[in-house]
């Protein structure tokens, strides 16, 4: 049974940094894309950050560009996203998604795959 389990979110003040981690199982993990998402209240879920299935290619949203990272460890399954200089903006719950890695979009209608999302809270 596949599964896509975030954690690492809480609450981080202004400036700070927060390490976000989707543990994949049930699939050949290499063999997706995997990004992640975010939805803030009253908005639409939108694309943050995508990473290839190697790990090679990586691609980000303008407004995450300089203070976020993705990468993955296809050893332990698992995606990270490291994100430094958090902004209140950045307050939504976050999630992991994979998609065939044919997939080069940050479009979430191409995600098949979705976990249940992890919160992450900037405020002073």
């Known amino acids: 049974q596949l599964q896509l389990v975030e954690s690492g979110g809480g609450l981080v003040q202004p400036g700070g940094s927060l390490r976000l981690s989707c543990a994949a199982s049930g699939f050949t993990f290499n063999y997706y894309t995997m990004a992640w998402f975010r939805q803030a209240p009253g908005k639409e879920r939108e694309g943050v950050s995508r990473?290839?299935?190697?790990?090679?290619?990586?691609d980000y949203a303008d407004s995450v560009k300089g203070r976020f990272t993705i990468s993955r460890d296809n050893a332990k399954n698992t995606v990270y996203l490291q994100m430094n200089s958090l902004k209140p903006e950045d307050t939504a719950i976050y999630y992991c998604a994979a998609a065939p890695r044919r997939i080069t979009t940050m479009r979430q209608y191409d995600y098949q795959y979705w976990g249940q999302g992890t919160q992450v809270i900037v405020s002073s």
């Open positions: 990473v290839s299935g190697s790990g090679s290619i990586t």
